[in-house]
């Protein structure tokens, strides 16, 4: 029996929020967070997705961004909850514990940094382009590790989650529902970029550069473009990452976590709308679920994307489809 | 002063030299057919048009250089081309293959559609899942939505059923009759060409032969360079 993908999307978003609002009324909190830890990864890669669904990039070094987002939301939190100035030479500012001035400056910051890592990347395709992301990956990586005005190696804590007017965003649930808010926001201009005539110019750009160039489209431009917006919402996701635990760390910047983005996408379904909310919910329920059995889970998820890469090529969404292809 | 001129171009791949001095004018709304046995320049003058190789010599669109210019923004001065092959985009489906292409101006989904049914009718269908045929209506149709000044045909009809090279010989003498856009063709077919062709002409060993009206084009002269 197969089953259509909107009945699939509408059935996983109803899930999602469901599950929350039952652990509301049962009184689990913890689950509530492990749900919201399941939307913001599902945020991060939803971004990657675009690059890597529709566009066909694989990057490998997306966590550049999601510690991006973090590192922008330690930085300006710190700055005002020690009442410290920061001081970038040209601008002073106090910092904030406003969530929508921090989302800005991590979807700026993300944004202006993919497009540089773009620029260069971009020149590049194949194994290449794997390389050269996650070179920049590590860079980052490292040079968070040697930042030792915010924490180096150990991070940096933040007492207090961020402010969002009209909400206690303390409240985990009131947190949730600023997460799937925007995750419902993102889907949606997903899901609109994808089958606007720029979504579509992307995938046909993934499928031959040189035809796309013979309807007037620079695929470089198109790429580019994608890139950034994709480095932007990843950026978004890890400041609501770095809110959700308080704390940033260098590992918000590691090569594991890129992957764990690219797995997320895989286990769902590459280039579908909901394959990385899927995959975001699978992967953070077997680390719940396995990692209370044993701490070597990720052997259990190895076989899982191994069986899902060779048996279900479409992702769980295509095995429940039957459709292999994200497209049509 | 002509539309497209093309004067004594030159163009290698690596070091094999494929054209040796090709000379190619073309007015407004005129219909070419490029023509010369396998091998003798025709889709390589086609890639050099488009900038899709380096090539040197005079090319200028409506006074426009073309060496100035990236291969995208060539198709953006107007030049459509329907490459040899077909390629529509195979995981997008037919109006999606068309709504990627599109850019202001006459030719819309609908124009689209009117020229050929059968994209009308499988609008919804992934290219790759078309026949051949289709494909190259879908190819025409995709060159079409960037509302070209000059279409550009590399063997369209090449490897087609009969019915279906009907259908797109139909569609390009409509296309002469009801715009004003310039067409260059590259068929195998005489009789097709000669009919919807004003000029004509003949390359060899990457060099223009021969250039005249279709009317003058006499049997001996198509035998001697053509074969047929």
């Known amino acids: ?328 | 002063m002509s539309f497209l001129t093309v004067q004594n171009l030159t163009a290698t791949y690596g070091v094999s030299q494929a054209l040796f001095g090709v000379d190619l004018t073309m007015a407004e709304g005129e219909v070419t057919a490029l023509m010369g046995r396998n091998g003798m320049g025709k889709s390589t003058t086609v890639k050099a048009v488009c900038q899709m190789i380096r090539s040197e010599g005079t090319l200028t669109l409506d006074g426009l250089n073309l060496h100035d210019l990236p291969s995208h923004k060539v198709a953006r001065k107007g030049v459509g081309l329907v490459p040899e092959g077909r390629r529509c985009f195979a995981d997008l489906t037919v109006r999606e293959n068309l709504v990627a292409a599109a850019r202001p101006g006459d030719w819309n989904m609908a124009k689209v559609t009117e020229l050929f049914p059968r994209l009308g009718e499988r609008e919804s269908q992934r290219a790759a899942s078309l026949s051949g045929g289709e494909q190259q209506m879908l190819a025409i149709g995709r060159a079409l939505m960037t509302n070209p000044r000059l279409l550009i045909l590399d063997e369209a009809t090449e490897g087609l059923a009969p019915i279906i090279r009907q259908e797109i010989w139909a569609a390009l003498r409509r296309l002469k009759q009801e715009t004003s856009v310039a067409i260059l063709l590259i068929d195998k077919s005489l009789k097709e060409l000669a009919a919807v062709s004003d000029k004509a002409v003949i390359l060899e060993r990457g060099k223009t032969v021969w250039a005249g009206a279709m009317a003058d084009l006499t049997p001996e002269i198509s035998e001697r360079y053509v074969g047929v």
């Not at chain 1, 049962?26 to 991060?44: G, H, K, N, Q, Y």
């Not at chain 1, 700055?79 to 910092?95: M, N, P, S, V």
């Not at chain 1, 194994?127 to 990956?137: H, N, P, R």
């Not at chain 1, 890890?238 to 895989?266: C, H, K, Y």
């Open chain 1, 1 to 328: 029996m197969t089953l259509d993908e909107r009945y699939i999307n509408g059935l996983v978003l109803i899930g999602l929020l469901a599950l929350p609002l039952w652990a509301l009324a049962t009184d689990e909190p913890f689950t509530i967070t492990l749900v919201t830890r399941a939307v913001i990864l599902a945020l991060a890669a939803v971004g990657l997705n675009l690059i890597l669904g529709i566009g066909g990039m694989v990057s490998f070094g997306h966590a550049v961004f999601f510690g991006i987002g973090g590192y922008a939301m330690g930085i300006l939190a710190y700055h005002a909850q020690t009442y410290t100035a920061l001081d970038l030479g040209f601008f002073e500012t106090d910092g904030t514990n406003s969530m929508p001035v921090i989302w800005l400056v991590a979807m700026i910051m993300s944004a202006i940094v993919a497009f540089f890592i773009g620029l260069l990347s971009l020149r590049t395709s194949g194994v290449y382009f794997i390389m050269i992301t996650l070179a920049f990956g590590q860079m980052f990586f490292y040079f968070a590790i040697s930042w030792a005005q915010y924490g180096g190696e150990d991070g940096l804590s933040i007492y207090v989650r961020n402010g969002f007017p009209g909400l206690n965003t303390l409240v985990p649930i009131q947190f949730f529902g600023i997460c799937f808010a925007l995750l419902c926001i993102v889907l949606f201009l997903f899901s609109r970029l994808q089958s606007s005539p720029f979504g579509l110019a992307l995938n046909a750009a993934r499928q031959t550069n040189a035809r796309v160039e013979t309807v007037g489209l620079n695929p470089m431009h198109l790429k580019l473009l994608a890139f950034v917006i994709s480095g932007a919402i990843t950026g978004l996701a890890g400041a609501l990452f770095a809110d959700l635990n308080r704390f940033v760390s260098p590992t918000m910047f590691s090569w594991q976590l890129s992957g764990e983005l690219i797995v997320l996408i895989i286990i769902g379904g590459v280039g579908r709308l909901m394959g990385p909310v899927i995959g975001a919910c699978v992967f953070v329920a077997l680390e719940h679920f396995l990692g209370e059995l044993t701490e070597f889970w990720h052997v259990y998820l190895g076989i899982i994307l191994l069986c899902i890469v060779l048996f279900g090529r479409g992702g769980l969404i295509g095995l429940l489809t039957g459709k292999e292809g994200a497209h049509v």
